[in-house]
């Protein structure tokens, strides 16, 4: 259904949601910067829903209030459980520091990052090493082994067997026969090919 607004309409639309994105952003005690993107996630679920506003019922106005209402609602409780689930406040790493020089994003060393928190002590060099390594490996390995990697890598077993008509028993005595040469080039059954990636 195509809904006719009126310039003020529009302007009585951008207002309602400006006003609840600054109460949300208040409330949930977010940087001024995360306004902006309030807002809009409030526009984007006000406009979406525009169509079941009957002005019969009560004004543009009124429908925007209560729709931005109950969306900020349901951001308050994301955000809530987010920040339950992480075990406390949401740090930007825009966020300036105590004596507002720097960004904490500037202050953070690799491995202090966000995957160092999570428990993946892996670095960059590491993920390096092991990209390089399994390189190495790939390039010793037969033309077909070297196929089957590329085919695993992006395709699963089933696809793999449709496509090349290869019966999955014998698709799987392959596998077994590339993990034993990949063992026997340094990845062993604990390696995981997704640190590779």
């Known amino acids: 259904m195509r809904i006719e607004l009126s310039p003020d309409d529009i302007e009585t639309i951008i207002h309602e949601a400006d006003a609840a994105a600054r109460r949300l952003r208040r409330k949930l005690n977010l940087p001024h910067c995360d306004r902006e993107d309030l807002g809009q996630d409030l526009l984007v679920d006000l406009l979406r829903r525009l169509p079941a ?21 349901r951001i308050a409780i994301r955000h809530r459980r987010q920040r339950r689930a992480q075990g406390g406040t949401v740090i930007s790493l825009d966020a300036p520091i105590a004596d507002g020089t720097e960004p904490l994003g500037c202050m953070l060393a690799e491995a202090d990052g966000l995957a160092a928190w ?4 892996r670095s960059a060099e590491d993920d390096a090493e092991t990209h390089h390594d399994l390189a190495r490996a790939m390039g010793g ?30 698709l799987y005595r392959h596998i077994a026969r590339l993990r034993l040469d990949l063992a026997m080039r340094g990845f062993g059954a604990e390696w995981d090919g997704s640190k590779a990636a």
């Not at 999570?118 to 002590?121: A, I, L, S």
């Not at 077909?144 to 008509?165: N, Q, W």
Request: glycine share 10%.
């Open 118 to 121: 999570h428990g993946q002590d």
């Open 53 to 73: 506003h009957d002005p019969a019922r009560g004004t543009i106005g009124a429908f925007a209030n209560i729709v931005l209402r109950n969306q900020s609602s």
């Open 141 to 170: 390995l037969p033309d077909d082994m070297r196929g089957l990697c590329a085919a695993l890598g992006t395709c699963a077993v089933p696809e793999i067997v449709s496509r090349t008509g290869i019966s999955r028993s014998a």
